[in-house]
């Protein structure tokens, strides 16, 4: 076999050794372009198509932008099973965002907390997942669930011909979403080709397996001309891992770390009885019911509770099978072109993906909750002689050494576990997505060349969780009132260790019905007309000068409901029929025209020293949004100079945009009113009157917040700057190097300042940043309390002038205004037992900043030896700054290398070797040590849990065509296996507890697996 060509990934042998001396953090993935002799032969065949990223202009390369492809010859190096797997190697694509393993535990950052499917997505520049757009031969395609996101494994990897990834703002040439950059997935052209493919990746827990089946065939047909079809069907299965065979990165028991539970819960089975006295503190206090000797016919006593404040605790991951869930997909994708005229082209594409499976749900593995117990319980050890002797039991002692006495209404609270009655709680998720793509092409006069593509397409995400507590069964089954006949009580204050503790029929009879269970869906569709021209304008002494221009018209259309929004239990004995009363629906519809000028100033003909090229392009976009009618304009500049043929610098500037996602437009999204009773004092506010608060500065106090979308938000600014040169010195064969610098500045950052989700309701009020988005009550804050946009948005209709005091009568109005109106059915708002101190605006609002720049460094060297065809190469990006502002009045915090941001350097060597029918590859990826903030860590950390080791890991690449064995049937089979992470080296630790439950590594910056071995056969009929 031909030598394999590998394109810009790294530097050349002495750039290798400079970087490697310097700790250099040179990340995945050697990017070879996809070259060789198979692909060459695919050329020779395919039917003549030419997609350029980053230009609408027929035959002009890039200008001013750099450009990364990684194409089939990488697929099989890396033994990529799907899209992503390969671009994680990229190190500008940062795996902060949604992939298969961010939806449980530690921190989810930039959305990863919404990954209902666990979805993948592409993260440029680690500035969020809906500032990278995903695109297929460079159309716009439907996005995924609540994301915004497009998931780019719904293309076999054995169907794209390369994904090219331009790493600055795009929106001029392509709209919304190209902030940080676009991903062009690149489909294979029509060939006379039959493959079969199949890989099977060994790893901890249940193994990865995939097939495909790749048919193509070209034709040429009288009258018409040249065509042909290929298309691929796969089929994937990722296995479950379970916390117990990845427990050193699963874990929440940081009793070794902090000496304490840390953030396991003290929800567990056996239960938590709560305290008993008169003083907050004494009924907060817990007691633990013994984990033996109360059977499911026994009864607890109080004196065989556990010492006081000594609760029992249960891991969140004891039960969980699947922190890295199972997963299945089918995918199938064609791509399809023909001539019907020599004049007139026609080409068509079309894909169904569907993906289901099972996880862990979310934070929680199985329904926890605080029961109340009245004493009408028979188990309960302040249950009345009656309610005992109903199950045969004794009236229960009250004799105990701690001095422990019922309440005087004999009512108990327990924290409870239903891991033993319902099982583990399971998240199953459905996704299909399916969507076709049709062109005409028009040759027209002076090599013009006229297009009107239309595209459709259709997302339709559905999760269901099981299983799940019906709270009216539930108080039913605790107190016995309304409890049908044949259904036993429940007993929480037994053990499980001495048998089952309830009786299934009760266990049965707790889980949600078929009509109450919420089944949550969301459905996303866009169709999408672009016309589109161009074609030369005129000669200069450089070159010509050409011009695209075109016209977009999209229709986005977003439906979503059962529960998924404005969750709510319908009573089972209520409902006969589940209604789909939670439906919500929004649409947009999104205009555009754009244009581009390229014009080439000086060409290597006219001889000018020390400028071999001089090129410029200019682009520009202007939309139209209905929701809002919102309109913007974003220019985008290039150039590109080569002082001598071998040097090319170059650079751009522009400005990008990205729409609101429908999702955040929608007002039902998450819509609700969220109390913080009990969780915050007078004294955790700064300038409240403490002498309105009844008990002073330990006064509990109730803050609201109004969540969901806002169908007022504007889009989301960017602004880029890039400048790099690439060099390939003719007097040294086969290198080459480039260098890039980047800045992006990303403003409008769409967020919920106001809801206690991103921020606690203290600093809301005490950071000042949020003035505007808080409704604050005159008797608390009298010189704070004013008109502003949260109090005009509560009370639209009143009148009120903005900038005027607030008066007591006025905030009085909000809360009840707020409960009338139909986004918030029943809520209750405020618990009355508290005074309110304010009400914060949670909604969606375009607010906050992230800047961030940096260099891309990038070489290869392919040169023969005796042995074969050698290659080495690098790629590596160093951020110089990432820092960000939660709003426009908020200082700027320097984020990189920080823990849920950005690295500083991050890379990946590579070397290999190609001998004939043998070939082999050695990567290392390494990722520089970085910092945890104190507010990714559990109280009571030391210092020295403040700093994350960097790691080093290492890949090997074998290959070996079978055919070199002579047998014929081997003809056209290649081998490949495929070794990550090859010493089994386990993540760095990291004491990763921003969220439930808490994890022992970081999930951007590492694996949990530890080494996996891939074995990959092709082959080709």
Same mark, same amino acid.
């Given at each position: 076999m031909a030598s394999r060509t590998f394109r810009a990934v790294g530097l050349g042998t002495t750039a290798l050794a400079l970087l490697m001396s310097a700790g250099v953090a040179l990340a995945q993935s050697a990017s070879g372009g996809a070259s060789g002799q198979g692909q060459a032969a695919d050329q020779s065949q395919s039917v003549e198509s030419v997609v350029v990223t980053g230009s609408h202009i027929h035959g002009v390369a890039v200008v001013g932008s750099s450009n990364i492809s990684v194409g089939q010859d990488d697929f099989l190096v890396n033994n990529a099973p799907n899209v992503q797997a390969l671009l994680d190697t990229q190190p500008q694509v940062v795996n902060i965002g949604l992939s298969s393993n961010t939806s449980v535990g530690g921190t989810r950052s930039q959305g990863a907390g919404n990954n209902q499917s666990y979805q993948s997505s592409i993260n440029l520049r680690g500035v969020g997942i809906e500032a990278t757009l995903t695109m297929i031969?460079?159309?716009?395609?439907?996005?995924?669930?609540?994301?915004?996101?497009?998931?780019?494994?719904?293309?076999?990897?054995?169907?794209?011909?390369? %994904?090219?990834?331009?790493?600055?703002?795009?929106?001029?040439?392509?709209?919304?979403?190209?902030?940080?950059?676009?991903?062009?997935?690149?489909? *294979?052209?029509?060939? !006379?080709?039959?493959?079969?493919?199949?890989?099977?990746?060994?790893?901890?827990?249940?193994?990865?397996? &995939?097939?495909?089946? =790749?048919?193509? *065939?070209?034709?040429?047909?009288?009258?018409?001309?040249?065509?042909?079809?290929?298309?691929?069907?796969?089929?994937?299965?990722?296995?479950?891992?379970?916390?117990?065979?990845?427990?050193?990165?699963?874990?929440?028991?940081?009793?070794?770390?902090?000496?304490?539970?840390?953030?396991?819960?003290?929800?567990?089975?056996?239960?938590?009885?709560?305290?008993?006295?008169?003083?907050?503190?004494?009924?907060?206090?817990?007691?633990?019911?013994?984990?033996?000797?109360?059977?499911?016919?026994?009864?607890?006593?109080?004196?065989?509770?556990?010492?006081?404040?000594?609760?029992?605790?249960?891991?969140?991951?004891?039960?969980? &099978?699947d922190v890295i869930p199972q997963i299945t997909r089918d995918t199938f994708f064609y791509n399809m072109k023909q001539d019907m005229a020599p004049w007139l082209h026609f080409a068509s594409w079309g894909e169904f993906n569907r993906r289901s499976g099972t996880s862990a749900y979310g934070s929680a593995t199985q329904p926890q909750q605080t029961l109340t117990v009245p004493n009408t319980n028979p188990y309960s050890p302040c249950a009345t002689a009656a309610a005992a002797a109903s199950a045969g039991l004794p009236a229960p002692s009250q004799v105990n050494a701690q001095g422990l006495s019922c309440p005087a209404n004999g009512t108990l609270k327990v924290a409870y576990d239903f891991v033993n009655e319902l099982g583990a709680e399971q998240r199953h998720f459905k996704e299909q997505n399916y969507a076709g793509d049709m062109a005409l092409t028009v040759d027209l006069p002076w090599d013009w060349h006229s297009s009107v593509t239309g595209y459709w397409g259709k997302d339709i995400v559905d999760t269901t969780t099981v299983p799940t507590v019906n709270t009216t069964a539930l108080t039913q089954a605790l107190s016995g009132v309304g409890l049908p006949s044949g259904v036993p009580m429940l007993n929480p204050f037994c053990s499980d260790q001495n048998g089952p503790c309830n009786n299934p029929t009760t266990d049965l009879y707790l889980q949600q019905s078929p009509y109450s269970l919420l089944k949550p869906f969301i459905t996303n569709s866009t169709w999408d007309v672009n016309l589109h021209a161009d074609g030369p304008l005129f000669d200069l002494p450089g070159g010509t000068v050409r011009l695209a221009l075109g016209l977009e018209y999209e229709h986005e259309y977003l439906d979503s409901g059962d529960g998924l929004y404005r969750g709510q239990t319908i009573s089972v004995s209520s409902v006969p029929d589940f209604p789909s009363f939670n439906d919500a629906?929004?649409?947009?519809?999104?205009?555009?025209?754009?244009?581009?000028?390229?014009?080439?100033?000086?060409?290597?003909?006219? !001889?000018?020293?020390?400028?071999?090229?001089?090129?410029?392009?200019?682009?520009?976009?202007?939309?139209?949004?209905?929701?809002?009618? %919102?309109?913007?304009?974003?220019?985008?500049?290039?150039?590109?100079?080569?002082?001598?043929? !071998?040097?090319r610098i170059h650079g751009s500037y522009g400005t990008s945009f990205k729409a609101p996602n429908l999702t955040e437009a929608l007002p039902q999204v998450s819509a609700g009113l969220h109390d913080n009773t009990n969780q915050y004092t007078c004294g955790s506010y700064a300038g409240i009157n403490l002498a309105a608060c009844p008990i002073g500065a330990a006064s509990p106090i109730s803050a609201i917040s109004v969540d969901g979308g806002n169908p007022n938000l504007k889009p989301q600014q960017g602004r880029s700057w890039s400048l790099g040169f690439d060099w390939t010195p003719r007097f040294l064969e086969g290198f080459t190097t480039s260098i890039n610098w980047y800045r992006l500045h990303y403003t409008g950052q769409i967020s919920q300042p106001g809801s206690d989700g991103n921020f606690f309701p203290y600093q809301v009020v005490n950071t000042g940043y949020f003035n505007d988005l808080v409704a604050l009550n005159p008797t608390y804050f009298p010189n704070r309390a004013v008109v502003n946009t949260a109090v005009l948005s509560f009370l639209p209709n009143a009148g009120l002038t903005r900038g005027a005091a607030l008066t007591q009568a006025q905030f009085n109005a909000i809360l009840p205004a707020l409960q009338s109106n139909p986004l918030y059915p029943g809520a209750s708002g405020q618990n009355p037992g508290f005074p309110l101190a304010l009400i914060s605006d949670g909604q969606n609002v375009n607010t906050g900043a992230t800047n961030t720049d940096g260099f891309d460094i990038s070489a290869q060297y392919i040169f023969d030896t005796d042995w074969g065809t050698a290659h080495l190469g690098a790629t590596a990006t160093f951020v110089d700054s990432f820092n960000t502002q939660v709003s426009e009045a908020a200082p700027a915090i320097e984020e990189d290398n920080q823990f849920g941001f950005v690295v500083r350097w991050r890379?990946?060597?590579?070397?290999? =070797?190609?001998?004939?029918?043998?070939s082999g590859t050695l990567f290392m990826n390494y990722v520089n040590p970085y910092h945890v903030s104190a507010a990714y860590l559990p109280v009571g950390a030391g210092p020295q849990y403040g700093s994350v080791a960097g790691n080093v890991t290492w890949d090997l690449s074998l290959g070996y065509n079978l055919e070199a064995l002579g047998t014929s049937y081997l003809q056209g089979t290649r081998l490949q296996i495929y070794g990550q992470n090859i010493l089994d080296k386990k993540p760095p630790f990291v004491l990763n507890a921003a969220g439930q439950p808490? =994890?022992?590594?970081?999930?951007?910056?590492?694996?949990? =697996?530890?080494?996996?071995?891939?074995? *990959?056969?092709?082959?080709?009929f």
């Open positions: 031969d460079g159309q716009r395609v439907v996005t995924a669930g609540q994301s915004g996101a497009t998931d780019p494994n719904i293309i076999p990897p054995d169907m794209l011909q390369r %994904v090219d990834i331009q790493a600055d703002g795009g929106s001029a040439i392509y709209g919304s979403d190209a902030i940080a950059g676009t991903v062009n997935l690149v489909l *294979r052209e029509p060939v !006379d080709i039959a493959q079969v493919t199949g890989q099977y990746q060994f790893k901890r827990g249940a193994g990865n397996w &995939q097939t495909s089946i =790749l048919l193509g *065939r070209t034709w040429t047909l009288p009258n018409f001309g040249d065509g042909g079809i290929i298309f691929d069907y796969a089929r994937d299965y990722e296995g479950p891992s379970s916390a117990r065979n990845l427990s050193y990165g699963y874990n929440d028991n940081l009793v070794p770390y902090i000496g304490t539970a840390g953030l396991q819960s003290t929800s567990s089975s056996p239960g938590n009885v709560f305290g008993f006295g008169a003083t907050a503190a004494q009924q907060q206090t817990l007691y633990a019911v013994p984990a033996s000797g109360i059977g499911s016919k026994g009864q607890l006593t109080l004196g065989q509770l556990g010492p006081a404040g000594q609760p029992n605790y249960s891991s969140l991951y004891t039960n969980v &099978q629906r929004l649409q947009r519809i999104d205009k555009s025209a754009y244009g581009e000028l390229y014009v080439p100033l000086i060409g290597p003909e006219m !001889d000018i020293p020390f400028v071999n090229k001089l090129e410029a392009t200019v682009a520009w976009r202007y939309s139209w949004y209905s929701l809002g009618s %919102v309109t913007t304009t974003n220019p985008k500049y290039g150039f590109n100079y080569n002082p001598i043929e !071998d040097l890379g990946r060597l590579q070397a290999g =070797l190609d001998n004939g029918p043998y808490a =994890l022992l590594f970081d999930p951007n910056e590492a694996s949990a =697996l530890g080494g996996t071995w891939s074995i *990959r056969l092709v082959k080709e």
